[in-house]
């Protein structure tokens, strides 16, 4: 597209509204440093010598939520469910579209179905039969998480798939590979850029996931940081405002922190799915 | 080798088929025969056919939260596909900072829909404050601060996709229309809109499925205050199950019917996109 007549007002114009996007952001971060009677009753004033009380705030919220755990356990159910869905899916997708059979399309389409259905469909009895099969706990959601996460990885990697040229695959298999090595050391090497959108999705719905974690885990032992933020809330009446606003800070940071680091892996692979989608 | 392939298909399909029951075909099955018995466990049901069903029907909250829910998805489609396609036009253009903006407006998508519901029940509260007021005020408070926080998540995600379709426009095909002496509105709807039309209909049906399935946003935001009044379907359905005792069955019936619209508006969605799209 043609630039635009002038580029400085666009310039000037795209800063002054990306402030204004970011204003919600700022003002958690700004009530963060405030006495938690001071969040409620003037939420626009900057902190002063009288609202301002340091690091208290954070300290009572990682207490209070033992942010620090959930942390840990979001870390551990993300990282370990998007690996199982990579490892898992691509493997199935590669073996679908080689395949080609009835059994294999029968799947695919099953596989399409999940992506229409609402998690309310199966929240009852999803959280039933996990609890059955002694599931509930983040290992277990590694399992329930491939499963119910399975069709959208299954439907970008099929979609992939289709695009390679069967010639490697035919030259490592008469150089003598097996299908598992010849998956492992040439297919998915070249899937490469799809593994890495569906990674993306993936992971920015694990992390935040709520109502799965929360239906599922024994709360008594295992919470992650969605559940340990709406957790504050709880119903014990007043709400800590001050504490809320740590907690809310804590559970923004790393996230900004990775999508600085890896926001045009992001942004492409947000794209990538969503043509293929 | 694709023959010897088919007698691997334990290893390469066996653990996703095995996971896949677990977590979606059994509790899918099982919570469609559920939603005509009336249970309390999933052990203990009875079969009532389609009493549930009729039940659902005479349930208030529900028939509200279908409109609200409707209204809502419809408000938040169309603002965020304009709001984002506008931008998405702009951004285009190359001036100084336009690709730090993209990432910029990119950035809410990666915050956990409870995290967005409290950052922005501070806001809105503590603007409405200044009458006195607060979002749990009315349902209409509800519905509108669900829409702003919903656009103000999404735009930057539809944006991502509706740049990605601008830059995919041949820029000879633009210049040709200027050359023609197509003003810039004629190059937008005769020459542009029409090539971004793939964009749109993946954009269009994201945002209506989005608009239908949230849950986390609206539960921290409202979570259906005042009396329930500001519930959208996805929350309706969890109250069902886990508040009310005697009304699992209705719940999962009510699960039912919410897969049916969802179901419907893809496929509708799918084959409009492909009739406008051949």
Redesign the interface.
């Known amino acids: 597209?043609?630039?635009?007549k002038h580029?400085?007002l666009?310039?000037v114009l795209?800063?002054i509204?990306?402030v204004a996007?970011?204003?919600?952001?700022l003002?958690?971060l700004i009530?963060s440093f405030k006495g938690k009677v001071f969040?409620?009753s003037e939420?626009?004033a900057l902190p002063n010598a009288e609202t301002f009380v340091g690091l208290e705030n954070y300290i009572t919220g990682i207490a209070k939520t033992d942010f620090l755990s959930s942390f840990g356990w979001s870390l551990v159910i993300t990282i370990g469910s998007a690996f199982?869905i990579l490892l898992?899916?691509s493997?199935?997708a590669?073996?679908?579209v080689?395949?080609d059979?009835r059994?294999a399309k029968s799947?695919y389409i099953?596989?399409l179905f999940?992506?229409?259905?609402?998690?309310?469909?199966?929240?009852?009895?999803?959280s039933?039969?996990?609890d059955y099969?002694g599931?509930g706990n983040p290992f277990g959601l590694w399992?329930?998480?491939?499963?119910?996460?399975?069709?959208l990885a299954?439907f970008i990697f099929t979609g992939f798939v289709k695009g390679i040229p069967t010639e490697i695959?035919?030259a490592a298999?008469i150089d003598g590979c097996?299908?598992?090595r010849?998956?492992f050391l040439v297919v998915l090497p070249i899937m490469k850029p799809a593994v890495i959108t569906v990674a993306i999705l993936e992971v920015?719905w694990l992390?935040?996931?709520?109502?799965l974690p929360y239906l599922t885990l024994d709360m008594r032992k295992y919470k992650t940081?969605?559940i340990a933020?709406?957790y504050l809330?709880g119903g014990y009446g007043t709400v800590d405002?001050g504490a809320?606003?740590g907690v809310?800070v804590l559970?923004?940071i790393p996230?900004?922190i990775?999508?600085l680091f890896s926001?045009k892996h992001?942004?492409k692979g947000?794209?990538a799915g969503?043509?293929k989608? | 080798m694709y023959r010897s392939l088919k007698r691997w298909w334990w290893l390469f399909t066996g653990p996703t088929i095995a996971a896949f029951i677990i977590g979606f075909v059994a509790p899918f099955a099982l919570g469609v025969y559920l939603s005509f018995t009336k249970f309390t466990t999933v052990t203990k049901s009875r079969w009532v056919g389609l009493d549930n069903y009729a039940r659902l029907l005479s349930d208030d909250t529900f028939l509200h939260s279908l409109w609200y829910t409707a209204a809502f998805a419809l408000v938040t489609t169309v603002v965020i596909n304009v709001v984002a396609f506008a931008v998405a036009y702009m951004l285009v253009k190359k001036f100084k900072g336009s690709n730090l903006y993209r990432s910029v407006f990119f950035m809410p998508n990666l915050i956990g829909g409870i995290v967005l519901g409290y950052v922005w029940l501070l806001l809105l509260n503590g603007i409405l404050g200044h009458w006195a007021r607060s979002i749990t005020y009315s349902a209409t408070y509800g519905f509108w601060g669900l829409v702003i926080l919903v656009c103000w998540q999404q735009i930057g995600y539809m944006m991502v996709i509706y740049i990605a379709g601008l830059q995919s426009i041949p820029g000879e095909l633009i210049e040709s229309a200027e050359v023609d002496g197509a003003t810039p509105r004629q190059t937008l709807r005769s020459v542009i809109i029409p090539l971004v039309m793939p964009s749109i209909t993946v954009c269009t049906f994201l945002t209506i499925t989005n608009g239908f399935k949230l849950f986390d946003q609206n539960l921290a935001l409202t979570n259906g205050a005042p009396s329930r009044q500001s519930e959208l379907l996805a929350l309706n359905i969890y109250n069902t199950f886990y508040g009310r005792t005697g009304f699992e069955g209705v719940g999962q019936a009510k699960a039912v019917i919410f897969l049916i619209i969802v179901a419907a508006i893809s496929l509708l969605q799918n084959r409009f996109a492909r009739s406008k799209e051949a």
Do not use: H
């Open positions: 597209m043609r630039d635009p580029p400085k666009w310039t795209f800063a509204v990306a996007y970011l204003f919600p952001i003002l958690v009530n969040v409620s939420p626009f199982l898992c899916t493997m199935t590669w073996w679908i080689r395949t059979n059994f799947l099953v596989f999940n992506l229409v259905v609402p998690f309310q469909m199966v929240m009852f009895t999803l039933w039969l996990t099969l599931l399992i329930v998480y491939l499963g119910f996460g399975a069709g299954v695959e035919e298999t097996g299908p598992v010849t998956f920015m992390w935040n996931d709520y109502l940081v969605p933020v709406q809330k405002m809320m606003m809310l559970a923004m996230v900004i990775f999508y926001q992001i942004i947000v794209v969503a043509v989608g």
